[in-house]
């Protein structure tokens, strides 16, 4: 049995959300990526993950850098993940007109906030902190903080960049990687294509062989967001992951 976290992002289902749970329990996966779910709604979501027999290996919240106030806003989002026993907190950052230098100080406070509980703040590989392997490894060593580090999404890297290979971007980032977007793609520039796994570019066999040899084990998150113009359906919906599931475990993987 494979060692790996395996988990699935819940707006993979969009707009059909409400059948994630019971249909990831179905298939085997046992944990999840959901957004931060608001205080008053605390108790209702961890009922519902005890009753699938589900965990939270990372939540969605926020993190806007160009904040002052970046640090208390991580720490205000701590006692969620705490009440459900999530370490991971998934963000997407933009630096936008704000300084690098101040930027990254402000990351660096947000991730002594983390620290302080044992969560560590992965930043998507999303324009313009983490947009590929030269710009991250510069907010990586600008931030220096261990609280802080990337989530390596597979098909992103081609999405917001030409002429890339997203196996040797990996290879340079992968000591930072404290989280994993497993998405495939055509690997069109800006290009809204995004299959079950094993139907695009993404050599995954390669990818988990780099993070392996890095130490890393997870959570590796399903991510699927279909093909732009689509109708999307339950059943095609829920067909995708299920086919994203299996070629997982063709990999050895779940």
């Known amino acids: 049995m494979s060692k790996n976290i395996i988990a699935c992002r819940t707006p993979s289902y969009a707009p059909f959300e409400s059948l994630a749970y019971a249909h990831l329990a179905g298939l085997g996966i046992r944990y999840v990526e959901i957004p931060l779910p608001a205080a008053d709604a605390l108790e209702q979501e961890r009922a519902a993950l005890q009753r699938h027999g589900l965990m939270a290996s990372s939540l969605h919240g926020e993190c806007d850098v160009r904040r002052a106030d970046t640090g208390a806003q991580i720490a205000a989002q701590i006692p969620i993940l ?19 230098p101040t930027v990254y100080a402000r990351l660096r406070e947000a991730g002594e906030a983390a620290a302080r509980h044992g969560v560590t703040i992965v930043l998507e590989t999303h324009p313009d902190l983490i947009t590929n392997a030269e710009v991250a490894l510069a907010t990586m060593r600008g931030v220096g903080h261990t609280n802080v580090r990337i989530n390596y999404d597979t098909a992103n890297i081609y999405f917001y960049n030409q002429d890339v290979d997203g196996v040797a971007e990996l290879r340079r980032m992968a000591p930072y990687v404290g989280a994993v977007h497993l998405k495939d793609t055509d690997g069109g520039y800006r290009h809204w294509h995004f299959p079950a796994l094993g139907r695009g570019i993404v050599r995954f066999a390669e990818v988990f062989k780099i993070l392996d040899g890095s130490g890393f084990a997870g959570p590796y998150t399903l991510e699927i967001e279909g093909i732009e113009g689509e109708p999307k359906t339950e059943r095609l919906i829920c067909d995708r992951v299920a086919e994203s599931a299996g070629y997982l475990r063709g990999l050895g993987r779940l």
């Open 82 to 100: 705490a009440a459900l026993g999530t370490k991971i907190l998934f963000v997407s950052v933009k630096a936008e007109n704000t300084p690098l």
